[in-house]
């Protein structure tokens, strides 16, 4: 990761010195502000922060992550170690929007997955009935399926062989 915002990391334009604005943070540093409570209230006030960076009751924040590449590795440890770090603070009632790209790949990609796992043996199922039905064949029933299944496979085995990562993308393909 080459880079995280949060609501603590993220500018918030105060007015100080003959009203000139100057960007402050909730949390420099990691530690809380020593003025916290009057930031607080004008970050909920903030049309730049409110809806975009957190909620308008201020219960829910933005984690925003950039990513030093685009591979899928990357994304993937970035969403888990994003989850891990937001995980004690949702135990506390916090809720996060973790959005973008390399989310919604990763997000979109586990439940392809997951998908895929419930869904592939009922089209194998429902293959097998059709063509048993048209064809009142068993072998021709079990055929089918069975070639189809030895060319995924096949697929799969390739891509690993080849070392191209399992993404969404070669799934849906394959």
Not at 19 to 31: H, I, S, V, W
Not at 76 to 83: C, F, G, M, P, T
Not at 122 to 133: E, F, P
Request: charged share 15%; hydrophobic share 55%; net charge negative.
């Amino acid at each position: 990761m080459s880079r995280v915002d949060s609501p603590a990391t993220s500018p918030l334009l105060v007015a100080e010195l003959f009203d000139l604005p100057r960007a402050r943070q909730l949390a420099p540093e990691g530690t809380p502000a020593p003025d916290l409570a009057e930031l607080v209230p004008r970050a909920l006030n903030d049309p730049l922060w409110v809806g975009q960076i957190v909620s308008h009751d201020g219960a829910a924040g933005a984690l925003i992550v950039t990513l030093d590449d685009s591979s899928s590795e990357t994304a993937e440890r970035a969403v888990d170690a994003a989850l891990a770090a937001i995980a004690p603070f949702e135990a506390r009632g916090f809720s996060f929007a973790l959005a973008g790209g390399p989310v919604e790949f990763v997000v979109a990609g586990r439940e392809l997955d997951r998908a895929a796992q419930r869904l592939v043996p009922a089209i194998v199922v429902l293959v097998g009935a059709i063509v048993w039905l048209s064809f009142r064949s068993a072998p021709l029933a079990l055929l089918a399926p069975a070639s189809v299944g030895m060319a995924l496979l096949w697929a799969v085995g390739l891509q690993g062989w080849l070392g191209w990562p399992r993404t969404s993308f070669f799934q849906s393909a394959t």
